[in-house]
């Protein structure tokens, strides 16, 4: 059993920065493939990032692209999306979630992810 825990959210300005963390406790991360989704009110789930377990490889929703940054550092244990240049549309509960093998084609996809942490709000004021 894989427990995720992020941290990191806050009331942020439009056009500040944060950076979320997702750590696990009683598991390595390292052999996990990583993802970051978020829920904003009255909406459905959406993927936001993603990191091949390696590192070597991420992917983004369009809307983040060039803004949000994921990374990894295995021998902290620890998972990161640094979010700059954040709108109103980034207001959100995010979510980390983890999976040692999610299909390629279906990166984007919450069910391809078993574990899940309990979401850290981020608010972004104008």
């Known amino acids: 059993q894989v427990q995720l825990v992020e941290s990191g959210g806050r009331l942020v300005q439009a056009g500040g920065s944060l950076r979320l963390s997702c750590t696990a406790s009683?598991?390595?991360?390292?052999?996990?493939?990583m993802a970051w989704f978020r829920q904003a009110a009255g909406k459905e789930r959406e993927f936001v990032a993603g990191?091949?377990?390696?590192?070597?490889?991420?992917v983004y929703e369009d809307s983040v692209k060039g803004r949000f940054t994921i990374s990894r550092d295995d021998a902290q244990n620890m998972v990161y999306l640094q979010m700059n240049a954040l709108k109103r549309e980034d207001t959100a509960v995010y979510y980390c979630?983890?999976?040692?093998?999610?299909?390629?084609?279906?990166?984007?996809?919450?069910?391809?992810?078993?574990?899940w942490g309990q979401g850290t709000q981020v608010t972004v004021s104008s």
């Open positions: 979630a983890a999976d040692p093998a999610p299909h390629p084609a279906r990166i984007r996809t919450g069910s391809e992810y078993d574990y």
């Open positions: 990191i091949s377990w390696s590192g070597g490889s991420t």
């Open positions: 009683r598991r390595t991360l390292s052999r996990y493939a």
